[in-house]
């Protein structure tokens, strides 16, 4: 695996992994405090009767008064500023005037660029009370991701990441995705390398030192099998069991890492340089 500096090249995707320096660690800190600011600021709003345009809309707005684009506006003619993800869709739901219902589980995935950076977030929301297996799956999908990040430090390698997360749903009957995953950011949307949710330990490219990355598990209340609709976006579960998924975006330090998208309350909680597999981000 190629590894650049990504101050020397070109910001396309090459196949190369880049490494980034101070600059880009300030640049994603503000992309990324915008993407938890603009999903802490949804909370309110995920409620019974809202609809997913409407929340929609909201994020438009809020990154735009932030002097952000919403980065999958546009993307490969995707034309929405967020994807919305209700029960057993996995990933990339399109916002519409379909309805959130009392007892809904919703992911809302956003990606801010500001200033050329890149913030990509999600998390799940619950639409009133939700039944309680619809909430375990939630927390364990939480802290699968955050099992990754703790495992997300120099000296390991991708697989490591995934590994960590296998390990973390362990015994609950959960599918861990492998259909989507993770991947390099920055100045690039989607960008090398690819992060697996599973592993084996110790395959992959090396973590080092500048690389930034998201880690965004999905995890499936039933089988890891998915499909995509017939619209080409919304991926949904094949058994049309629940799933949910959380996003963070992460820059690997010299120790760990640096998570750029923890919300106000992780910020209260966890640590936004994690070094560690003991450190409190695992311990959430
Ligand atoms: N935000 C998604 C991710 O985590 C990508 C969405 S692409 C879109 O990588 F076009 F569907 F918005
Ligand atoms: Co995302
Ligand atoms: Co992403």
Not at 52 to 68: F, N, Q, R
Not at 104 to 114: A, C, K, Q, S, Y
Not at 165 to 176: A, N, S, T
Not at 224 to 245: C, I, M, Y
Request: charged letters at 20%.
């Amino acid at each position: 695996m190629a590894y650049v500096d990504a101050a020397t090249v070109p910001a396309v995707r090459s196949g190369a992994i880049k490494l980034h320096g101070p600059d880009g660690f300030e640049g994603m800190r503000r992309a990324g405090r915008l993407a938890a600011d603009i999903l802490d600021r949804l909370a309110a709003h995920v409620v019974p009767g809202v609809t997913t345009a409407a929340l929609d809309a909201m994020v438009h707005d809020m990154a735009s008064e932030a002097g952000a684009v919403p980065a999958s506006l546009g993307y490969n003619g995707y034309m929405h500023s967020c994807c919305i993800s209700i029960n057993h869709v996995v990933c990339h739901g399109i916002p519409s005037d379909r309805v959130l219902r009392e007892g809904e589980i919703v992911n809302i995935d956003v990606t801010p660029r500001l200033d050329g950076w890149h913030g990509d977030s999600s998390r799940m929301y619950a639409v009133g009370d939700v039944p309680v297996k619809a909430q375990r799956l939630i927390d364990v999908t939480y802290a699968a991701m955050m099992a990754g990040i703790a495992a997300a430090k120099p000296g390991n390698r991708i697989g490591d990441i995934g590994h960590a997360i296998e390990r973390l749903v362990g015994e609950h009957r959960f599918g861990v995705v492998r259909d989507f995953c993770g991947h390099g950011l920055g100045r690039v949307f989607h960008d090398a390398p690819e992060v697996v949710h599973v592993g084996p330990p110790g395959t992959g490219p090396e973590l080092r030192p500048g690389m930034f990355l998201t880690i965004e598990p999905m995890l499936n209340a039933g089988r890891p099998n998915t499909k995509t609709l017939s619209d080409g976006w919304t991926a949904v579960t094949r058994d049309r069991s629940l799933s949910a998924q959380f996003e963070h975006s992460i820059g690997i330090t010299e120790t760990g890492c640096e998570i750029f998208t923890l919300s106000a309350a992780e910020r209260g909680r966890v640590s936004s340089l994690t070094c560690t597999q003991d450190s409190n981000a695992a311990k959430t």
